[in-house]
């Protein structure tokens, strides 16, 4: 995959930088705190003059689970090796559509946005289905060619992860005394980290069905400081 800068100039803008985000939204209740905070980065992101897409994944009905169905033509037919399958249909543009739909919305941002709560001590199934089946192995990285990490395919890119939690702090962080939000999730961190992106300070949300109107507009207007100072 060629790089880009991160940031480009629109001469049609009086050469305003702007960057192309892209918006991983995991959550099924489009009114929730959420929901909420996604709009408020669309809006945000919007009045600076940056590019947004949205991934709705339950709008979108995303399917989760990784399996045959997601290529087009198998390499084995007889014994299915989903691993060794992404790499035939990344070399064979052999992905199901859903497939590389994302995978064109992620080629075409500079940051991708994660936006999702914290269930059962994890990201969303569909998230992590999401992730299984778009950073699929031959496109956000390739172990077999030493593309990972710093020379991974995303190399280059962004991103971000904003995620709300049930409780308080002090139950996340018994077992993290350094206190590193970016360790609460520790799936999809180090995921991205594999497939090369550079990790942003995150926005995390604690107590989230506690929190009462004032508290969330604080919020909504710490959320959109933190993304103009991106």
């Known amino acids: 995959m060629a790089q880009k800068p991160i940031m480009e100039v629109d001469h049609k803008n009086n050469g305003v930088n702007y960057m192309k985000v892209l ?13 909420s ?14 590019e947004v897409k949205v991934s709705d994944l339950y709008g979108l009905g995303f399917k989760a689970a990784l399996d045959r169905d997601d290529f087009t033509n198998l390499e084995n037919p007889e014994r299915f090796n989903p691993i060794g399958e992404q790499l035939h249909a990344a070399r064979s543009d052999g992905f199901s559509q859903d497939i590389k739909t994302e995978m064109e919305k992620v080629e ?17 199934a569909i998230l992590k289905g999401w992730m299984e ?3 699929a192995t031959g496109f956000s990285s390739d172990m077999f060619q030493g593309k990972i990490y710093d020379q991974g395919l995303m190399k280059g890119k962004k991103a971000m992860l904003s995620f709300t939690t049930g409780g308080p702090e002090e139950n996340y962080y018994q077992d993290i005394p350094d ?3 970016a360790k609460l999730a520790p799936i999809i961190t180090e995921n991205l980290k594999f497939s090369g992106f550079e990790l942003v300070k995150p926005f995390v949300i604690f107590s989230a069905i506690m929190l ?11 959320y959109r400081k933190q993304l103009n100072e991106l």
């Open 23 to 35: 918006i991983v939204f995991a959550h099924p209740e489009p009114k929730s705190l959420n929901g």
């Open 37 to 50: 905070l996604k709009d408020v980065a669309v809006q945000a992101l919007k009045e600076k003059d940056h």
């Open 212 to 222: 009462s109107e004032e508290d969330a507009l604080s919020i909504f207007q710490a």
């Open 179 to 181: 206190k590193d939000p």
């Open 108 to 124: 075409w941002a500079d940051l991708v946005i994660f936006q999702f709560p914290i269930w059962y001590g994890g990201m969303p």
């Open 133 to 135: 089946r778009v950073f």
